[in-house]
């Protein structure tokens, strides 16, 4: 395929990036990409924010690409500047278009066209969307909802202003949308991935999480996986890769995570964003390794599966409830349409999108099929159906609970735990030998139930009440999540672990287990791993001579104990040197977690000094420091 055998590796280059860069500078750049990760394809921008590249200049980079065997596709931002009193009373977030300006839809017309000469391939970046609430879009609106006119909106657009011009210029050109990495917001910002996937040729993915906490966005950090496996759903071989950004990724692990649950969803690109960025960047060294060990091991694995959580195209609601779970380590597989065909399904609030939803679930599990179904989508569904499948009942009441009690399968036993922290839980009342409580929460003296079985027909349904704060699933104590993965998990291995320890699992018996790196469990841990039916060992996929024998065998289960190691640099140093690499330092070394900039001029130099000072010391061997030093840029 290129530099690895299961992928390529792509990197984005922004207008600003190239346009008076020259071809020594350029040269120099890309080697050292290819020095560290290995290039096989660029998409080169003409257009960004009002800087377009001229066509001279374009060529002469997209020719000193080619002679390095580069790929070169195009790609367009659709952002512009206000001009005065053309853009009087609109506020436009991050200068996207308003698509109701005459002005600024010529402009987006004109701009595709020249790109459109240029290219055969280019993608659109993820700024395709509006915001824009000024008087001629409130006009064009009329009667309808923000969703529903914005939707229509951008579907002509899509239309009119990008293909049609584009395949007039050049009839054989092929567009990729990408979508972003905000899914729950798509259809209020007129992404609609239902229609859209069939107006273009192919879409692209973003897998940019970053810092949970930290960020505006909150992605849960599997999203980087499920969404990626979301949209090859969605449109089957046609999801061109992912695609990720470098920006607030301290430290270096935030940024490498983002590329290894990419990677495990099994792209056919991986992006990387920006060219300009990831220059001289100390995070590209990493990344270049290990997507090296990565792709070594999807030579061995087969395809993605997991549980298939049921979620309607431009639906919301318990938004990332299905990426909470897999962060606890149950394998999920976002599916747009409803799985008929599956053994088991996730029900979240999302899938009432689909207004049929109660009658398909009925059918399902009278027919033998397992459903598992969140408490906001029982409380939603009841009085619409579901009350004839189950005795919950749903009180507008909560319960803070830091103890626990569940069964234990295969025995009439029980198991009591406790959190370190309260966690608050909906109330779902039952009635008992009608519905039946697998895992319960206390709260005073009462208890309710957290995981609930009812059978129906052949089959059962499976409630799993979920946290007011869904990320706080993490707080369970391990007996309960353990519980809960037994009855979710839908293949055939389950683990048994702590929280932030993912699960993926592929079809050729194998899997991966993935310590979230920038967690407080990112130490070693013991984990045990139950494989069902009668398994003989386990080996591993990056040595295959590291064998691993079973604990025991019970109710034709298999038990396994492995660990997990979030960082090995003894294990990555001597793999190097098995390879015949020499080190100029190899070492472990302080990696801060955030750095600090200086601006001026008397503490740069007296900060200089001091390190200076430090290194000429005999009595000191190293020195570490968070002060984001500026590089040596060389000159365009």
């Not at 976002?334 to 899938?351: H, I, K, N």
């Amino acid at each position: 395929m290129g530099h690895f055998q299961n992928f390529k590796t792509v990197i984005y280059c922004t207008s600003q990036s190239m346009v008076s860069i020259s071809m020594e500078s350029l040269q120099r750049q890309i080697d050292f990409f290819q020095k560290y990760v290995g290039v096989d394809k660029v998409y080169l921008e003409p257009y960004r924010d009002d800087c377009l590249i001229p066509r001279e200049q374009l060529a002469r980079c997209i020719n000193l690409f080619h002679k390095n065997n580069i790929e070169v596709a195009g790609g367009i931002t659709t952002t512009i500047s206000g001009e005065g009193e053309a853009d009087e009373g609109r506020q436009r977030l991050f200068n996207t278009y308003c698509y109701c300006n005459d002005r600024m839809r010529n402009h987006l017309k004109k701009t595709v066209e020249y790109i459109a000469g240029l290219y055969d391939e280019f993608i659109i970046d993820d700024f395709f969307f509006t915001n824009c609430t000024c008087d001629d879009c409130r006009k064009a609106k009329g009667d309808r909802s923000w969703e529903e006119f914005r939707l229509a909106l951008m579907k002509e657009v899509s239309e009119n202003l990008i293909i049609k011009p584009a395949k007039a210029i050049n009839p054989n050109i092929k567009i990729t949308v990408k979508f972003p990495n905000w899914m729950e917001s798509y259809q209020e910002a007129g992404y609609n991935p239902g229609e859209q996937k069939d107006l273009f040729d192919k879409i692209y993915t973003g897998t940019e999480t970053r810092h949970q906490r930290h960020t505006d966005q909150h992605l849960p950090r599997y999203e980087s996986y499920s969404i990626m496996r979301y949209m090859e759903n969605l449109a089957p071989g046609r999801n061109g890769g992912g695609w990720f950004d470098c920006y607030q990724c301290y430290p270096m692990d935030a940024y490498l995570e983002q590329a290894y649950l990419t990677v495990l969803s099994r792209p056919r690109e991986v992006m990387m964003f920006c060219w300009g960025s990831l220059y001289k960047n100390k995070l590209i060294t990493p990344m270049g390794f290990q997507l090296g060990r990565l792709d070594a091991m999807l030579s061995k694995v087969g395809a993605c599966q997991g549980l298939k959580c049921y979620l309607p195209v431009n639906a919301q609601g318990e938004d990332h409830a299905e990426d909470y779970l897999g962060m606890m380590g149950v394998p999920v597989e976002g599916v747009p349409e409803f799985p008929a065909d599956a053994a088991s399904v996730l029900l979240t609030v999302q899938a009432l999108k689909d207004e049929h939803i109660v009658e398909k679930l009925e059918r399902f599990v009278a027919a033998g099929g397992k459903a598992i179904v969140t408490s906001g989508f029982v409380k939603e569904a009841l009085c619409k159906g579901l009350e004839q499948m189950t005795s919950i009942r749903y009180r507008d009441r909560i319960i803070s609970a830091a103890e626990y009690m569940t069964d234990k399968p295969h025995t009439w036993g029980s198991i009591l735990c406790s959190a370190q922290r309260p966690v608050i839980f909906p109330v779902m009342e039952h009635r008992n030998n009608t519905t039946w409580a697998l895992a319960k929460a206390f709260g005073g003296d009462e208890s309710y139930g957290i995981l609930l079985r009812d059978t129906y027909g052949r089959g059962q349904m499976i409630t799993l009440v979920l946290p007011d704060a869904i990320s706080d699933l993490k707080l369970l104590p391990q007996p309960i999540l353990n519980r809960i993965r037994s009855e979710l998990c839908a293949g055939d291995v389950v683990l048994e672990a702590p929280s932030q320890i993912s699960l993926f699992t592929y079809d050729n018996d194998t899997f991966c287990v993935y310590p979230y790196a920038c967690d407080e469990n990112a130490a070693a841990q013991q984990i045990r791993v139950r494989v069902k039916g009668v398994a003989t060992e386990l080996y591993s996929l990056e040595n295959e001579k590291f064998r691993i024998k079973p604990l025991y065998v019970d109710h034709n289960e298999t038990l396994f104990e492995i660990y997990t190691e979030p960082s090995d640099f003894s294990g990555v140093r001597d793999d190097l040197e098995a390879k015949g690499y020499s080190f100029v330092s190899a070492e472990v070394e302080m990696v801060p977690d955030t750095y600090t900039d200086l601006t001026d001029p008397d503490q740069i130099l007296k900060m200089q000094k001091l390190i200076d000072a430090l290194e000429d010391n005999d009595d000191v061997q190293q020195v570490w420091h968070n002060w984001n030093e500026p590089e040596e840029e060389d000159e365009d």
